[in-house]
């Protein structure tokens, strides 16, 4: 995936007047900036379900992925902790069944085990344009709020420094066990998620939600890019 | 070709701020108008150029007499004050320019902060007549205020012409006026002040990349509610602030629109985040008010370029050194314990008991001399870590030793001697004292008080000292000066 097909998923979906790509889309446009995401397959048919898990290996996580649904989990469209062909396919059933009145696939995707949620993302302000934001994951997000911004480009230094401005940057430090957080990863992210803001003007708003701490590497677990 | 074009205009606003030849067009014979008023307050101010005064009815005023137009004026302008009807400021300023005058400040309304289709017409006629080779200040402004040539804004015929080294770009003239006048007896000088209204031409963009090249200017400070373009604005407040530094009140929130946002970045990202984070990004201080932006500047102004880590205080009464620890805890300052040869010596001067030389001092009397304050802010000041001592005094008690003195208040507090003492121990440390005139009492009871302590702030401030009403004030304006330099010694490695 390079940035030629990055663009080209993004005109294809505003040829088709969508708001949104879908997740399986959007990783692939983070992909094509070098944003570590999960390894997924997008399945139609149960016969395909048992092929894709068997290349990715359980446990697995399951989605309803469509354009058309912003908020999975308040509709039931994501089964984590699956651990075997039967479970997948109970999965399958039920999204499909949910899915019925959306435009939509089933997204197989590698179960990414970590305790450190966090959410980074772009939005667009009025003023100044793209803007990056940084921040701690989870259901508390929009409650305790505790995010940074700045506009892009964003610099390596202003990549490191949105990390240290939050309350819970500890998090990303070496606790309770687990590894101190690859921050030149992060870093990375939070830049390239400023280039796509930079560089496609369709794209209005990304959230990266949840990016989990996999050892000390983030990978994105779910994205969600709305379009203009 | 570049460079060339860059002292072309570093040469227009020469003139902008100190023109030799000035025209007043509005000026009319009965006095009446902001003309008129314009010609009285440069005069009282002693601008230092020759003024042209103009009005289609002609006649005199205050003896000098006033041009029928514009173009009736003998010699080649530098820069034109404009405060005729908003219909016909284009034809002046278009008269201006071809008269050679480098600039012009519309005092006059009426344009697009109507929201009519005319006003935003007539703005437009400005902006056309800018292009063809003339810098605007306004329209819908207060002007230009520069101690150094006596330009002053309206109404500040009593404004100080004593230059210093803060620059003020206001959106808001009343905001340009009352800085002005309070930087006057706080302290705080200024290389010049531009209340730009509409700012149909110079605006904060322009502006900041004036101030950031002009040597007069060591700390930009700005008050501004819109701005013209992000990215521009973005680039030349960051390029500032990486030269000196820049102080930013923002005031209002940009109306976010009615767009809709779905995901949780862009619920999050409202105005007043982003325009944190931006001025965060650039280094720029963000003061919440007029009163923070003042007690930042005049820190700036009067604090050496570094950061202050570790600081000594010396207060009279127990609580207010527990307040000045929460106070500095806040902004990361430290109130480190001294060495234990200080606070012994230190402990040999002050009066017992009740009184610590811990730090917090504790001195517990107000009528300690000022030669034993003298002694206990050199020994304090001798200790290493300490990078900055404030001292609260406690003046406004000599009230009652005036009482039973019958003499008044002024006569006999020792401000004078305690101004000339912290400066001799300033001198011999190296380290910068600020002094925090403290005053519970300021009613109409007091005016004495008042009245002694102006006295007294003018003898500490003639001195270099920095003079605050609250300790917290000081605090947080020392946190501002420690966040600027810790942040752009980062930015240089």
Redesign the interface.
């Given at each position: 995936m390079d940035k030629n097909s990055a663009f080209g998923i993004i005109k294809n979906a505003s040829r088709e007047r969508r708001?949104?790509l879908s997740e399986y889309e959007a990783k692939q446009v983070l992909a094509a900036y070098g944003i570590p995401v999960t390894r997924e397959y997008l399945v139609e048919s149960r016969a395909d379900v048992e092929k894709a898990a068997q290349k990715i290996g359980y446990p697995l996580v399951i989605k309803g992925c469509s354009s058309e649904i912003?908020h999975k989990t308040e509709k039931g469209l994501i089964h984590t902790d699956i651990r075997s062909d039967a479970e997948a396919l109970k999965a399958f059933d039920e999204i499909k069944e949910k899915l019925n009145i959306y435009n939509g696939a089933v997204l197989i995707q590698e179960m990414i085990p970590g305790r450190r949620e966090l959410?980074l993302?772009?939005?667009?302000?009025?003023?100044?344009?793209p803007?990056v934001?940084f921040?701690l994951g989870g259901i508390f997000?929009?409650i305790i709020?505790d995010?940074?911004?700045?506009?892009a480009p964003v610099e390596k230094?202003?990549a490191l420094?949105m990390m240290r401005?939050i309350k819970g940057h500890n998090i990303l430090s070496a606790f309770r066990g687990m590894e101190a957080a690859d921050v030149e990863s992060l870093a990375n992210i939070l830049i390239q998620l400023g280039e796509i803001g930079l560089e496609i003007d369709y794209v209005?708003?990304?959230?990266l939600?949840p990016v989990i701490i996999f050892g000390k590497k983030p990978i994105v677990v779910d994205a969600?890019i709305?379009l203009k | 070709m570049e460079q060339k074009k860059h002292d072309a205009v570093m040469i227009d606003y020469e003139k902008i701020f100190h023109p030799q030849k000035l025209a007043i067009v509005g000026v009319s014979e009965e006095g009446a108008g902001f003309g008129s008023g314009m010609f009285n307050v440069l005069q009282a101010m002693g601008f230092e150029g020759e003024i042209f005064p103009v009005n289609p009815k002609g006649g005199k005023f205050s003896g000098i007499d006033i041009y029928k137009r514009v173009e009736d004026i003998p010699v080649k302008l530098d820069f034109a004050i404009i405060c005729v009807t908003a219909k016909a400021v284009p034809d002046v300023l278009e008269a201006c320019r071809k008269k050679g005058a480098a600039g012009a400040e519309i005092l006059s309304a009426g344009f697009s902060e109507l929201g009519t289709a005319e006003g935003v017409e007539l703005e437009n006629k400005i902006r056309q007549i800018v292009a063809k080779g003339i810098r605007v200040v306004g329209p819908n402004c207060f002007g230009i205020y520069c101690p150094r040539s006596g330009l002053t804004l309206l109404p500040g015929p009593d404004l100080s012409r004593r230059s210093g080294s803060v620059a003020f770009l206001s959106q808001s003239g009343g905001m340009a006026i009352d800085f002005a006048h309070k930087g006057k007896w706080m302290g705080i000088g200024f290389s010049k002040v531009v209340s730009f209204g509409n700012g149909a031409d110079l605006r904060e963009t322009e502006l900041l990349r004036y101030f950031a090249n002009d040597p007069e200017t060591r700390i930009i400070t700005m008050y501004i509610e819109g701005i013209k373009d992000g990215d521009s604005f973005f680039r030349e407040i960051k390029a500032a602030s990486y030269r000196k530094p820049v102080i930013v009140c923002k005031g209002g929130l940009s109306p976010d629109g009615q767009r809709m946002v779905v995901s949780h970045t862009a619920s999050m990202g409202g105005s007043r985040v982003i325009w944190q984070s931006v001025l965060k990004q650039v280094n720029a201080v963000q003061v919440q008010d007029l009163e923070e932006l003042a007690e930042a500047s005049l820190a700036f102004s009067f604090l050496p370029e570094k950061v202050f880590k570790n600081i000594s205080v010396v207060v009279g009464g127990g609580a207010f050194g527990v307040i000045a620890c929460d106070a500095a805890e806040a902004f990361g300052i430290e109130i480190p314990p001294l060495s234990a040869d200080l606070q012994m010596r230190i402990g040999e001067l002050l009066p017992k008991p009740g009184s610590s030389g811990l730090n917090p001092i504790d001195v517990a009397s107000p009528f300690v001399s000022p030669q034993v304050l003298k002694e206990i802010l050199r020994n304090a000041g001798a200790d290493d870590r300490i990078d900055l001592q404030i001292i609260i005094s406690l003046l406004y008690h000599y009230k009652t030793m005036a009482r039973a003195l019958g003499k008044p208040v002024k006569e006999v507090a020792p401000y004078r001697e305690l101004a000339v003492g912290i400066q001799d121990v300033v001198k011999e440390t190296g380290k910068p004292i600020v002094v925090i005139l403290a005053n519970p009492k300021r009613g109409v009871d007091d005016l004495d008080i008042i009245e002694m302590l102006a006295l007294a702030r003018r003898e500490f401030l003639d001195r270099g000292l920095p003079v605050f009403d609250e300790l917290h004030e000081a605090i947080r304006a020392i946190g501002h000066v420690n966040g600027y330099y810790r942040r752009r010694k980062a930015e240089n490695g």
């Open positions: 708001k949104a912003a959410v993302g772009m939005t667009r302000d009025d003023q100044f344009g803007c934001m921040g997000t929009e709020k995010i940074s911004f700045r506009k230094s202003d420094e401005e209005q708003e990304i959230d939600n969600l709305i | -």
